[in-house]
C-alpha cells in the first residue's frame, strides 16, 4: 500500500510546477492523494495572490474539502462537457506514461475528469517510476459490493491475486469509495496494460479499474 507522508519535498516540488501551468479563467480537474493535495495546496496559493478566477472540479470527497479550505470554487462536474487542464499523482508510471492510480480508492472519477481535461498532467515522486507496470502496487478495481465474490474469481483466471481492502483504523469491515462500492486490490504481470485495463472493465460488476493506459497524461512531471 501507499505510504503517503513519504518523499513530501518532491511532491510538493512536482505540484507547484504544475500549478505554474494554470492561467485565469480556466477550468481545472482536481486530483486525489498527498502529491494532488500540495497541487491544491499551491493553486489556492496562486488564487489568493494573484485574483485568479478559476472553476475547479474535484475527484473526490477529500479533496472537494481540501479545495474548499484553500479558497477554490468547486462546480459539478456534470456543468463542463469538457475541462481545461487537471493534475493528479499516481502509484505507479512507467515509461510510456501509463499509470496505475487508485491508492486512495478514487480511480474511477479521478479517469472521468482526467478523459474530460484537454491537458491532464500527472504528478509525482521518483519512488512511483516503474519499469513494468505492476511491479510494486496492485491495480485496484472497484466493483458494486455484490460482485465481490465473481469479481475476484474472475481476477483470478486473469492470472491475478485479489483482495479485498480493508480498512485500517476507523472503521471496521471493508473500505466503502465516494460511490459506495468496493475495492478489490489485484497484484497482476502485466504485458499489456491498454488490453488489462480493458479485460479487466469488461468483467460484470466492475465500475472501473486503476489501470491508466487508454487514458493517458499528456505530461509527466516526475521528481528526480
Ligand atoms: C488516489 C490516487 C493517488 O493519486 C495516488 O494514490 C497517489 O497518491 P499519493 O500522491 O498520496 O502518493 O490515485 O486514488
Redesign the pocket.
Known amino acids: 500500500m501507499?505510504d503517503?507522508s513519504a518523499n513530501q519535498e518532491q511532491?510538493r516540488a512536482v505540484a507547484v510546477r504544475a500549478a505554474a501551468l494554470v492561467v485565469g479563467g480556466q477550468t481545472v480537474g482536481l486530483?486525489?492523494?498527498?502529491?494532488?493535495a500540495f497541487f491544491i495546496e499551491d493553486l489556492g496559493r496562486r488564487v489568493r495572490e494573484e485574483r485568479l478566477s478559476l472553476k475547479c472540479v474535484v475527484t473526490s470527497f477529500s479533496s472537494s474539502v481540501l479545495a474548499r479550505d484553500h479558497g477554490l470554487s468547486v462546480f459539478p462536474l456534470d456543468d463542463f462537457d469538457a475541462l481545461d487542464i487537471s493534475v493528479?499523482?499516481?502509484?505507479e508510471i512507467d515509461s510510456s506514461m501509463c499509470l496505475i492510480?487508485?491508492?486512495?480508492?478514487?480511480?474511477t472519477r479521478?479517469k472521468l475528469v482526467h478523459a474530460m481535461s484537454k491537458r491532464f498532467v500527472v504528478i509525482a515522486d521518483a519512488s512511483k517510476r516503474v519499469s513494468k507496470l505492476g511491479e510494486k502496487f496492485p491495480v485496484p478495481v472497484e466493483c458494486i459490493p455484490p460482485a465481490v465474490r465473481f469479481v475476484e474469481r474472475k481476477l483470478r483466471e486473469l492470472g491475478g491475486k485479489p483482495s479485498v481492502r480493508f480498512a485500517k483504523g476507523g472503521k471496521d469491515g471493508p473500505i466503502v469509495t465516494d460511490n459506495g462500492n468496493l475495492i478489490i486490490d489485484v497484484l497482476l504481470d502485466m504485458n499489456s496494460p491498454e488490453k488489462m485495463e480493458r479485460e479487466i472493465n469488461s468483467i460484470p460488476g466492475v465500475l472501473d479499474n486503476g489501470i491508466f493506459a487508454i487514458t493517458k497524461p499528456s505530461e509527466a512531471f516526475i521528481a528526480e
Open positions: 501507499k503517503a511532491k486530483g486525489t492523494g498527498s502529491t494532488a493528479d499523482g499516481a502509484d492510480k487508485g491508492g486512495g480508492a478514487a480511480h479521478e
